[in-house]
């Protein structure tokens, strides 16, 4: 990466401050970029879920991980429920999408709050052995009573897919049968589900997998209290990627955990921060981190830098970590602060080797958090910070009640923020899709085939805040 003109800005840059120059450019089509990171962690797009309570839980590791991606899950998650949802992933299919299942019985009330925790958008209905019976959508539960059951409601007799069909015959299949979504069987048994959207996706997408081809997870430790026995006690639960989490990571105790989970971890990446400088860089590669977190403050839901004034402009953090990084031979992760598209084109031009998205992704179907109608018909789910009031108190939950009130007195988040869900792209896989496509086009003008190449070969300016308006898109006339 280099700057225009060759001269590096004295003061430290956002996203928001930089742009990205076209270079001459051989790659012909965005399908020519291969977005494989260089981390070594699997993933097939530069795309980590933060370990936010609101937002990763087994939904949404499982359909990003099944795009390409990684979702982290917190580090409030007792262990033997990180245990059981790892195990869950584990099971899952990498092309199927996991079916919503409720017998003849259940009442069209369940279903509709069933129907908005995945984009499939439909409930399987199954027999005592598990067969497919019918399908229900959301349409067919408009107007009718909650309490009626769906043997009433469902579609007798729905078009299956045969497990094994070729992507492009399933497309054609649901475009001819004028319907976006069917189960998927084996036999008598259901294996999930597929949508058309699913099948061209499929087909563009790699999934994260491990060595034994199951769906890539990770897991979050904390820096207090016995670091390598719980980071023992995810690896024995399947966990592929281990986390060392904290919102200073340059500090002795941070060190001292990184170097607690490394000595358990074995072949497994142990990524660790967070810090913005390329010393803190150092000392965390150097106490055994593979992958080091950058970023203090720039997140949505962040009000650190208000609060303290500690903190730096993300590109700045990210391009003087990730230089630092490299040169050990090691990899950071940007972690916040992206909005949009070109924020993750500009983090990888940068260094970073994936980006960390949190906020971004609250206000989708597979979010953790529950849904809610805003009393105008507009949906939304709610999403915190991990340093607010809301997540010290769910993390304190066993200690006196006088030590948590003592704790509860510093807070350095937003509790509660509602995160819309967008009517056209209310699924993640929906984000992605614009992630993907942004960040596949930004190589190809960079002349990047690769995640490597596109840092090699960005050439960025600096902007004035007229510059950046002048690059948003105008949704009305002016």
């Not at 580090?75 to 299942?101: F, N, S």
């Not at 469902?154 to 475009?175: F, H, N, Q």
């Not at 490597?452 to 948003?472: C, F, M, N, T």
Request: glycine residues 12%; contains cysteine.
């Amino acid at each position: 990466m280099r700057f225009l003109g060759g001269t590096r800005p004295a003061t430290d840059l956002t996203y928001a401050d930089v742009f990205m120059v076209p270079n001459h450019s051989t790659v012909g089509s965005r399908l020519e970029v291969d977005l494989t990171t260089p981390d070594g962690v699997g993933t097939t797009i530069p795309v980590v879920v933060a370990n936010m309570t609101a937002i990763s839980g087994r939904r949404m590791a499982e359909t990003v991980a099944r795009r390409g991606g990684l979702a982290v899950l917190p580090q409030d998650i007792p262990v033997d429920v990180i245990g059981e949802v790892a195990g869950w992933l584990k099971t899952r299919h990498p092309v199927y999408d996991t079916a919503i299942t409720l017998s003849p019985t259940s009442t069209v009330g369940e279903a509709l709050s069933l129907l908005t925790k995945r984009a499939h958008g439909i409930v399987v209905v199954v027999s005592d052995a598990g067969s497919v019976l019918g399908v229900v959508t959301d349409g067919a539960c408009r107007g009718v009573d909650r309490f009626t059951q769906l043997a009433e409601v469902m579609v007798d007799d729905p078009l299956t897919i045969p497990a094994g069909t070729d992507l492009p015959k399933i497309y054609d299949v649901l475009s001819d049968a004028r319907v976006e979504a069917a189960p998927v069987v084996e036999g008598d048994r259901l294996v999930g589900v597929i949508t058309r959207k699913g099948a061209l996706r499929s087909a563009i997408y790699t999934p994260a997998v491990n060595a034994a081809g199951q769906l890539l997870t990770s897991a979050a430790v904390g820096i207090n209290g016995d670091v390598a026995g719980k980071a023992r006690a995810l690896l024995e639960a399947g966990v592929d990627v281990l986390v060392v989490d904290t919102a200073h990571g340059h500090q002795e105790k941070a060190v001292e955990a990184v170097r607690a989970a490394r000595s358990v971890a074995g072949s497994v990446p142990v990524v660790a921060g967070n810090v913005v400088t390329a010393e803190g860089t150092r000392d965390l590669v150097e106490a055994g981190a593979d992958v080091v977190k950058v970023g203090v403050g720039p997140g949505a839901m962040c009000t650190t830098r208000m609060m303290t004034g500690v903190g730096r402009p993300q590109f700045s953090a990210v391009e003087e970590c990730a230089a630092a990084a490299r040169s050990l031979g090691k990899h950071v992760w940007a972690d916040g602060g992206v909005r949009h598209s070109r924020d993750i084109a500009l983090a990888l031009a940068a260094g970073a080797a994936n980006v960390m998205v949190g906020s971004w992704f609250a206000g989708t179907y597979e979010s953790a958090g529950d849904i809610h109608d805003d009393g105008s018909g507009r949906l939304y789910k709610e999403s915190f910070g991990m340093a607010s009031a809301r997540a010290v108190k769910a993390r304190t939950a066993t200690q006196s009640g006088f030590d948590r009130a003592r704790a509860g007195l510093f807070e350095e988040g937003i509790s509660s923020s509602r995160m819309y869900l967008d009517p056209a792209r209310p699924g993640v896989e929906d984000l992605i899709d614009g992630i993907v496509a942004g960040v596949r086009s930004s190589c190809t003008y960079a002349g990047a085939r690769t995640v490597d190449e596109l840092h090699e070969r960005a050439v960025l300016g600096v902007q004035s805040a007229a510059g950046y308006e002048e690059g948003r898109p105008l949704p009305t006339s002016w």
